[in-house]
């Protein structure tokens, strides 16, 4: 009755370390920036984050990051997707889509998470362009309706960002590939 009484009281411990370490590594998400990249990098394989991929998405989706912080963002991404698969890929791709479409979503942050994805199915953590093509249409349909032409600067942060890698034609020191 002692040993199970004081196994249960391990079990307790292990599971709030565990916690601790999870609640840690998504304040790290949520403050993603390229100058605490490997930081954060370091933490993820300190934890598994399985049981917690919805949380860890939305914190990721919740760090304040600017074009200049779409590689560590990228890094961070790829790295999960790596470790965690299809669980993290589709849920992720999903919370992409989502953000973007949201109508409280600033330009410039739709214009980085743009490249963010672009960067993604360049490096082939993305498995498909679909969500890329489908989003590039709405707005270029958007425009074409409206004729404001409102969109014109997220295509075109697209194909300056990394058009010639997104196609294919691009090799050499400046590129992604």
């Avoid at 790295?79 to 791709?93: E, N, P, Q, R």
């Amino acid at each position: 009755m002692i040993l199970k009484v004081q196994a249960q009281q391990n079990l307790i411990v292990v599971f709030k370390t565990m916690i601790k370490k999870v609640r840690s590594v998504h304040s790290s998400l949520s403050t993603l920036t390229a100058a605490n990249a490997d930081v954060v990098v370091q933490s993820l394989d300190e934890c598994n984050l399985s049981y917690f991929m919805a949380e860890t998405i939305e914190n990721i989706m919740w760090a304040n990051f600017k074009i200049d912080d779409v590689p560590s963002f990228v890094r961070v991404a790829s790295i999960l997707a790596l470790k965690y698969g299809d669980a993290f890929v589709k849920s992720f791709t999903q919370q992409i889509f989502d953000t973007i479409k949201g109508e409280d979503t600033s330009a410039p942050r739709r214009r980085t998470i743009l490249c963010v994805l672009a960067d993604l199915i360049i490096i082939h953590v993305l498995p498909s362009s679909k969500p890329l093509s489908i989003i590039l249409s709405k707005l270029i349909d958007d425009d074409i309706r409206s004729l404001k032409f409102e969109n014109d600067s997220y295509i075109w942060r697209i194909f300056h960002h990394c058009g010639a890698d997104l196609v294919g034609v691009n090799f050499g020191p400046n590129t992604i590939m």
